[in-house]
């Protein structure tokens, strides 16, 4: 009879935690330099519940979720061409160039001025947000 309520309350729980995870999601959009105890706090839970429940919905920590969205507008601003690298790194959040460019890399085995080359030399008729699309995050 337990096991049948502990059943019945799993659904639920995905869901609340699916909810807490989309919740995180949108303030990270909104704001990428929120920290875990602010997004915490915002959603009413403790850092460490919801550092293991995105863990756990996403397959990804919330630095490396927050890091992907940061890497993701600075490849749109290489797709329109930008060159400035290190202001770059500094106006989305990175310590500095280096910082950017070992994550970038990490992410998607090239550099940033090679990954310009490469965005900047796809069919202009294409969006920025689509030639990102083609370059996958690994």
Known sequence: MASDRADAARP??????????????????????????????????????????????????????????????????????????????ADLGFADQAHLTRALRAETGTTPGALRTLLTALPSAEQPLTRIKRVRLR
């Open 12 to 89: 639920a729980t995905g869901t609340r935690a699916r909810q807490l995870v989309d919740q995180a999601r949108q303030l990270l959009a909104e704001h990428t330099n929120l920290g875990l105890d602010d997004l915490a706090q915002t959603a009413g839970v403790s850092a460490y519940h919801l550092s293991r429940t995105f863990r756990r919905v996403t397959g990804l920590t919330l630095s490396h979720y927050r890091i992907r969205l940061r890497l993701r507008r600075a490849m749109e601003r290489l797709a329109t061409g930008e060159r400035d690298l290190a202001g770059l790194a």
